[in-house]
């Protein structure tokens, strides 16, 4: 069946250093890929998406490249700010039958 | 737009009370979906409705029951409260059931 896998946390990075958070997935057929972040007390928003291979989803600073050579949709940002500070989710949706998967998150911590 | 809508926020109920949650969307979804999310831990499926008129169980159905009351309404209900259901529920919709997810605030729920 379908799965993410998402880089375990508690990630910690200092101000504008560059982030990369990992996402593979195992999917038939084509799935679509998201990127969700929760910031703390609310609910998830989605940050980016991709519905083909090589798309490259953008949001906020975060990029994300669909890559089905790797089967990944790895998160990144060249300089994180404290206000990132969050939970990231990836998640992937596959046949029009299906629902959407969700990774087990990835806390994000950034210091001033 | 409102997006999605719950209520209440938050919540204190005694083991063996009984109480429903409420959630709505104004973004003429046919889909909804019921998560519970643990201190620490990701999201877990309890129940969906693909379309309005149809539920389906998730993951983690068991002592809860939903209402898809109409297209914009999906509710949770609790019959008997237990301390094991102690946790965070969101309420998110989307277009059709592959498509990303929009996700209300939250209802932070503690039994005692």
């Known amino acids: 069946g379908n799965s993410v896998t998402q880089m375990e946390g508690p990630v910690t990075l200092s101000e504008e250093a560059f982030l990369t958070i990992n996402c593979t997935y195992t999917?038939?057929?084509?799935?679509?890929l998201f990127w969700y972040v929760q910031y703390p007390g609310e609910g998830l928003q989605l940050l980016l998406k991709a519905t083909k291979a090589d798309d490259k989803g953008s949001n906020k600073g975060f990029e994300a490249t669909y890559r089905k050579e790797t089967t990944s949709f790895h998160l990144e940002k060249g300089s994180v700010q404290v206000s990132d500070s969050a939970v990231y989710f990836c998640a992937l949706s596959g046949s029009s039958a299906s629902k959407i998967i969700f990774g087990s998150g990835t806390r994000l911590s950034i210091r001033p | 737009n409102a997006g999605v809508t719950q209520t209440p926020k938050f919540q204190v109920l005694k083991t063996g009370q009984s109480m429903t949650l409420q959630c709505a969307q104004d973004m003429n979804h046919n889909s909804m979906y019921w998560y519970r999310q643990d201190p620490g831990m990701g999201l877990r499926l309890i129940y969906y409705s693909a379309s309005e008129g149809t539920t389906d169980k998730g993951e983690v159905p068991n002592g809860y029951n939903v209402s898809r009351l109409n297209k914009r309404e999906f509710s949770l209900r609790l019959e008997s409260a237990a301390p094991s259901q102690t946790s965070v529920y969101f309420c998110?919709?989307?277009?059709?059931?592959?498509?990303?997810?929009?996700f209300g605030p939250g209802t932070r729920l503690t039994v005692t």
């Open positions: 998110a919709s989307s277009r059709d059931s592959y498509y990303e997810q929009y």
């Open positions: 999917a038939t057929g084509y799935p679509s």
